[in-house]
């Protein structure tokens, strides 16, 4: 139909033309050109070639007129004004969105464990903002995240262990740059997957100043968190992580649980970020994104969906902040602590009253003869006396001799207990962290 009205338009102008016939717009100028025409006369018949010039100059004009319209038909509609192809391509971008796959090694994470928590801010490619949180769990849900064309920040919220241990998260966010999606049989996959490695922090080196910068961020995320956060998956976010965290050997119960009405109270009804979305929508937490709406006229203005935040003031996302997000600055707290190398011991040690010493004591005598034979008794003096008497030796005297014998005596004392104080050293050791920004501890 569009084709007919051209070779119309073509047609009129062309057919037209032999008549001169001048439009009641145009007869004001054919009036004037006739006038010079007959101005020209000169008697002999010139009036009437006179008219004819003006004649065909007004042809030649309304000729002219036709082939700008017929351009224009031809030509279609106007040319787009400067900016708006390079703000549909972005705007293309923003909806082609892509899979990013979270892998996380973190030892001890299994049933029973809260979902690490994955902060995600940028700018996709639309110039659209991006600012949201997702929940990771042991199982493989929430692995995979929708991400369009843009560069963003990858940050790590510990999960907490049904023992009460945590994980290390690393101190700066990681940059993730997705250029576009690759096209697969099955699905879009994206540029760049995340890969992240967590050491575990045993229990009992948990300190409750850890557990409430865990549970601070969960209060915060499940307002402002996708569906893997709001609502139902919400509160189980939050009863798992308080639940664990009370197991911890070093918890305060009561700040464990002032802290999980805080979070559930915080939880929003829907999410802050559509399911089929990429961005933070900041809806007030009341009504569900409107996933399917249209761009705005307006070049200026953001789509509905594809990623970006609403720039509108006047509704607030619930439990959301439209502040930017903050990076933790870790800055390691450090003490001197006695380290001990060895216990203290009692011992049982000896204790001597008196040395021991060696006495000399008689223990008898016996009868020394002048002539060397010695008896023991003075019935063997005298039968020695008439022996001698009768072998003609009468001259023996003898005298009385003493024996003596060394005895040995120990040496006297009692045991006491003496008391040895534990050996050590000092050492400078890290007792936690402190963020530089803000205040928070872990």
């Not at 002219?64 to 017929?70: A, E, M, S, V």
């Not at 600012?131 to 999960?159: M, N, Q």
């Not at 829907?270 to 307006?298: I, R, Y």
Request: with cysteine; hydrophobic share 30%.
């Amino acid at each position: 139909m569009e084709e007919e009205k051209k070779n119309e338009s073509v047609e009129k102008c062309t057919t037209n033309a032999p008549n001169a016939e001048v439009p009641d717009g145009n007869k004001e100028t054919a009036d004037t050109l006739e006038f010079e025409g007959e101005g020209s006369s000169d008697g002999n018949g010139n009036e009437k070639s006179g008219r004819r010039r003006a004649i065909a100059i007004a042809v030649l004009l309304l000729a002219t007129l036709c082939l700008g319209i017929g351009a224009f038909v031809f030509g279609g509609t106007q040319p787009q004004k400067d900016g708006q192809g390079s703000a549909a391509q972005r705007q293309k971008d923003s909806d082609q969105s892509v899979s990013v796959e979270l892998t996380i090694d973190a030892e001890g994470w299994a049933d029973g464990s809260s979902p690490f928590l994955v902060h995600v801010t940028g700018e996709t490619n639309a110039e659209d903002a991006v600012d949201f949180w997702h929940a990771v769990w042991p199982d493989g849900t929430g692995k995979a995240i929708e991400l369009s064309a843009g560069t963003y920040r990858i940050g790590w919220i510990s999960a907490i262990n049904a023992d009460g241990s945590i994980y290390r998260t690393p101190e700066a966010p990681v940059e993730v740059v997705i250029d576009d999606a690759v096209e697969t049989d099955d699905s879009d996959t994206a540029a760049a997957d995340v890969e992240e490695s967590f050491e575990q922090v045993p229990a009992d080196q948990v300190t409750q100043e850890d557990l409430d910068a865990i549970l601070e961020d969960i209060k915060d995320a499940v307002g402002s968190g996708d569906d893997t956060l709001a609502g139902e998956a919400g509160q189980t976010v939050v009863d798992t992580a308080t639940g664990n965290a009370a197991n911890n050997p070093n918890a305060d119960k009561d700040a464990i649980e002032d802290a999980k009405e805080e979070a559930e109270g915080n939880v929003a009804d829907t999410p802050d970020k559509p399911e089929t979305g990429t961005g933070s929508s900041q809806n007030t937490g009341n009504e569900k994104p409107a996933t399917d709406s249209k761009p705005a006229a307006d070049t200026n203005s953001k789509p509905a969906t594809g990623g970006g935040s609403s720039s509108s003031s006047e509704s607030k996302p619930s439990g959301g902040s439209s502040k930017p997000a903050h990076t933790h600055n870790w800055v390691a707290q450090t003490s001197q602590q006695w380290v001990q190398d060895s216990a203290a011991w009692d011992e049982q040690v000896w204790v001597q009253d008196s040395a021991a010493w060696d006495e000399t004591v008689q223990t008898g005598s016996y009868v020394q003869c002048s002539c060397g034979y010695s008896c023991g008794s003075t019935g063997e003096w005298d039968a020695h006396v008439q022996a001698q008497i009768a072998a003609g030796s009468y001259n023996h005297s003898y005298s009385v001799v003493p024996k003596y014998e060394t005895v040995h005596h120990e040496a006297t004392g009692h045991y006491e207990t003496v008391h040895h104080d534990a050996t050590g050293h000092y050492e400078t050791v890290t007792t936690g962290y402190k963020c530089s920004g803000c205040g928070a501890t872990k």
